[in-house]
């Protein structure tokens, strides 16, 4: 019963590189999302999708490019690195029942250097 | 505007005692949902509990519970007999079924502190 699964867990860029973030889900969710957290604040939705091959941009898009090439797949791509973009990112997926709550993957820490 | 505002940074309790969390939000939209997630240390997030805006009656999940006021738009999470383990960063979130695409946006949290 794995869930949503985040890979890497941990990960050191230097500003200026590029790299994917991959976060599979086994539920046969719609829905798939990923947010990112700052020190001390709430989560901040980057881009989402609503179904397999469909992307959309969410309130902080601007550094980052999204795939949903198969439905239990959603990657994140920073193709040049920033140091404003050291944060910790979530990946959730959610369908219609069960209220629509958002199950987690573990989050990714990445500090870009 | 703010959708959704919890305006305690941190709270304390004494351990067993009962703690309310607040959460205000803001919509237009009839239908959404709301809902708390914990954040322990260690950093995953945890589903506590959910209300629909339709619901009459107030959600309640094992110690937790949310007091849902519609006409003041609030949806605090009470926690009662309060565990040492409840110590975590506690986040209220909103669903927008229509206006948003269902797409749901978090306060920035409440650090809560149980006291032994």
């Known amino acids: 019963n794995a869930g949503v699964t985040q890979t890497p867990k941990f990960r050191v860029l230097k500003t200026g590189q590029s790299m994917t973030l991959l976060c599979a889900q086994d539920?046969?969710?719609?829905?798939m999302y990923w947010y990112r957290q700052d020190p001390g604040m709430g989560l901040r939705l980057i881009h989402y999708s609503v179904g397999e091959g469909t992307t959309a941009k969410g309130e902080v898009p601007d550094g980052y490019n999204v795939s949903r090439l198969k439905k239990q797949n959603f990657l994140l791509g920073l193709e040049s690195a920033a140091p404003s973009q050291t944060s910790v990112y979530f990946c959730?997926?959610?369908?219609?029942?069960?209220?629509?709550?958002?199950?987690f993957g573990s989050g990714t820490q990445l500090s870009v250097l | 505007a703010q959708k959704i505002t919890q305006t305690q940074p941190g709270m304390f309790v004494q351990e067993k005692e009962a703690v309310t969390l607040d959460c205000t939000y803001d919509t237009s939209d009839p239908s959404y949902g709301l809902f708390w997630y914990k954040q322990p240390s260690s950093g995953e997030m945890i589903f506590l509990i959910y209300?629909?805006?339709?619901?009459?009656q107030n959600a309640t999940e094992g110690r937790y519970s949310l007091n849902f006021q519609k006409a003041r738009k609030s949806a605090n999470l009470v926690i009662s007999a309060s565990q040492l383990g409840d110590s975590a960063m506690y986040f209220c979130a909103m669903r927008e079924d229509n206006t948003n695409a269902g797409k749901s946006t978090f306060g920035d949290g409440t650090t809560l502190t149980v006291k032994p």
């Open positions: 959730a997926s959610r369908t219609d029942r069960e209220g629509g709550k958002l199950f």
């Open positions: 209300q629909g805006s339709y619901d009459q």
């Open positions: 539920m046969n969710h719609e829905y």
